[in-house]
């Protein structure tokens, strides 16, 4: 055998060997930002979680688009703002970004994700987005997932999601939407979660601590048509008796958030008994009593519930 096809293995060793050394080097950048990758079986990178992370709109952004496999990016509570999103215009394989509160972001930015067609999961909880972003997002039919809780969006923006025919999670809570905008659920058949949740507290020693009105008939009866729904939130809203009646036509739910709820009475709770799929209930500072929380225990038995409601802390005062 020659001596050049002795050597010929060995080289091809050193390349490999060489190659999986520049892979692993090629993270150490990440790392040292404070955040995490995940790989797939081929050992590619799938996975980047950046939460908290010091990375901002310098060259890791363009790096990060630059990872031909990327998946999900989670850039959540970090300082990167449009110019920094805009990177990542070249990045359209990416399934999930979240962007939760990183609060320099504006519709400007999300311009990034005009062609990620691949896109199932969009997190922009917290940012400065408005209806521009939702008028994008709309044309990303694929979408399965979306976050624009405490944003600028409003009940005009709210119109584009008509064509998410496959959306199956969302979450709206404590934004400048009305409760007039809610009428647009009927359109999102598909929903299986659905947050409402964050309202702002009105303070107690305020009038109107009872949470102010209640939530008008018509926006009850758009969720309750629902019927896909296994998740629901509304805590800190002013849903009381007659709206969980209503929406005891969810007979799939299985998780309910009446946290902060302060309509939610032992009168009120009596309505959850006819909830037929019910298995997780957050009654947390709502005007429930011990006995009205051990009374729908007694009624149903396998229902777990978080109750250190207002009531029993003021009892305990």
């Keep these: 055998m020659s001596e050049t096809a002795m050597t010929r293995p060995s080289l091809l060793i050193m390349f490999a060997a060489a190659g999986l050394s520049l892979a692993a080097e090629g993270t150490d950048w990440i790392e ?99 209806d521009g972003t939702l008028a994008l997002v709309g044309k990303l039919t694929g979408l399965e997932a979306l976050d624009i809780a405490q944003t600028s969006v409003t009940d005009n923006g709210l119109e584009h999601l008509i064509t998410l025919v496959g959306l199956k999670e969302l979450a709206l809570g404590r934004g400048r939407l009305t409760y007039k905008a809610l009428g647009i659920l009927r359109m999102l058949p598909t929903l299986t979660s659905l947050d409402l949740s964050g309202a702002r507290p009105v303070p107690p020693d305020m009038a109107g601590n009872r949470g102010g009105p209640g939530i008008p008939e018509e926006a009850i009866h758009a969720i309750a048509e629902l019927k896909e729904l296994r998740v629901l939130k509304l805590g800190h809203s002013s849903i009381g008796g007659s709206g969980l009646r209503i929406l005891s036509a969810l007979d799939k739910v299985e998780r309910l958030g009446l946290e902060g709820c302060r309509r939610i009475d032992d009168a009120a709770a009596t309505e959850l008994v006819n909830w037929k799929s019910l298995k997780y209930l957050d009654l947390q500072d709502t005007q429930v009593t011990p006995a009205g929380v051990e009374a729908l225990r007694k009624a149903k038995p396998a229902l777990a519930i978080l109750a250190l409601t207002a009531k029993s802390a003021e009892s305990h005062q």
């Design 32 to 130: 040292r930002l404070g955040g995490k990758v995940e790989r797939d079986a081929a050992n590619r990178i799938v996975t980047v979680n950046l939460r908290g992370s010091w990375i901002n709109d310098g060259d890791e952004m363009t790096r990060l688009a630059e990872l031909p496999y990327l998946d999900t990016l989670d850039l959540s509570h970090t300082r990167v703002t449009d110019e920094g999103l805009l990177r990542l215009k070249p990045a359209p394989k990416i399934r999930d970004l979240s962007l939760f509160y990183a609060e320099w972001i504006t519709d400007q930015g999300m311009t990034a994700i005009r062609d990620w067609k691949h896109l199932k999961r969009l997190n922009v909880r917290g940012t400065r987005i408005s």
